[in-house]
């Protein structure tokens, strides 16, 4: 299939270099002067989506998203697909949606759980919104990318399921490093903790995936100094998604506004860009509230 892939960052790039390598012509356009091995680049984001059966969007944010919606898909073919894999605002992926649909494109939102990792060795998670027929489209493609799919629901339905899970995660990891402190002040050994909690009903992919403090459990970033898998900016950004859209939809989340509070303390006053699970430190210091 001829792709065009529009943002070849720390997750686009090796996403694009996947698709090429599972032998599809694949056109890229990145702001950054970047070369992806297998992927031609063109000189502009039209460029890129000029003849393309699929469009591949990853990109930092719904309003750069709906600039380059609007950017592309006067150019795209009908019937070509418009896949959008970025984290974004249910709002945005539903109004790139109806842009798509006014160009006779079809539309499709589908972000991703695994992180640079996974997008490297092309196992990621892709949550997906939109029509059947996009999704039956496009579902090829993203398992070449990825080790699951879910059809979430129609437009939006992707973000809203992605937004909901890392709003889970972010509440779950601040719940595990609060107990790992707690556990500290007590004297119970780290791994004794572990190998208690990972067996019982406190068990949680934060604790027994990706433990927050280091010779403990599976290798985690913890283990590497707290380099990141997911950078706390992003668990940031991704909070104050949920809460948004709680916000828009009436909803409640006293547990995901104080995650989010606690992430907003902990990436302004860190020098550096540390994995989510960083914020241990912080709550053992008495930084975060």
């Known amino acids: ?32 002067d970047v070369q992806i091995e297998g992927v031609v680049m063109a000189a502009t984001a039209a460029e890129a989506a000029q003849n393309a059966d699929i469009v591949f969007t990853m990109l930092p944010n719904g309003q750069i998203l709906r600039k380059v919606a609007a950017d592309i898909l006067p150019h795209m073919s009908q019937s070509a697909v418009l896949a959008d894999c970025s984290t974004v605002d249910v709002a ?7 842009m798509a ?7 499709i939102d589908a972000p991703v759980s695994g992180g ?31 080790a699951k799919t879910v059809h979430c629901g129609e437009s939006g339905a992707g973000q809203a399921a992605k937004i909901c899970n890392n709003m889970i ?12 402190v707690l556990a500290d002040k007590l004297g119970l050994d780290r791994q ?34 707290y380099t990141p898998g997911f ?14 859209a709680a916000a828009e939809a009436g909803a409640t989340t006293p547990m995901g506004a104080h995650a989010a509070t606690a992430y907003q303390e902990f ?9 989510f699970s960083a914020i241990i430190h912080a709550l053992a210091a008495g930084e975060v509230k």
């Open 101 to 107: 649909n006014d160009h006779q494109v079809l539309a």
């Open 169 to 180: 995660l972010g509440v779950s990891m601040i719940a595990t490093c609060e107990a790992f």
């Open 116 to 146: 640079i990792t996974g997008a490297a060795q092309g196992t990621l998670t892709f949550m997906a919104g939109g029509s059947q027929a996009a999704f039956d489209r496009t579902l090829p493609l993203l398992e070449i990318m990825g």
């Open 192 to 225: 004794k903790m572990f190998d208690v909690v990972s067996t019982s009903s406190g068990q949680s992919w934060a604790m027994n995936s990706y433990c927050p403090v280091p010779d403990v459990g599976p290798q985690s970033p913890a283990d590497n100094n």
């Open 92 to 98: 945005s992926a539903r109004a790139v949606s109806e």
């Open 231 to 244: 950078a706390s900016s992003l668990m940031l950004k991704d909070l104050k998604l949920s809460q948004q």
């Open 1 to 32: 299939m001829n792709i065009g892939f529009i943002g070849l960052g720390n997750m686009g790039g090796p996403m694009a270099a996947n698709l090429a390598k599972a032998g599809h012509n694949v056109q890229g356009f990145d702001m950054a």
């Open 267 to 275: 990436v302004e006053a860190s020098d550096t860009d540390l994995d």
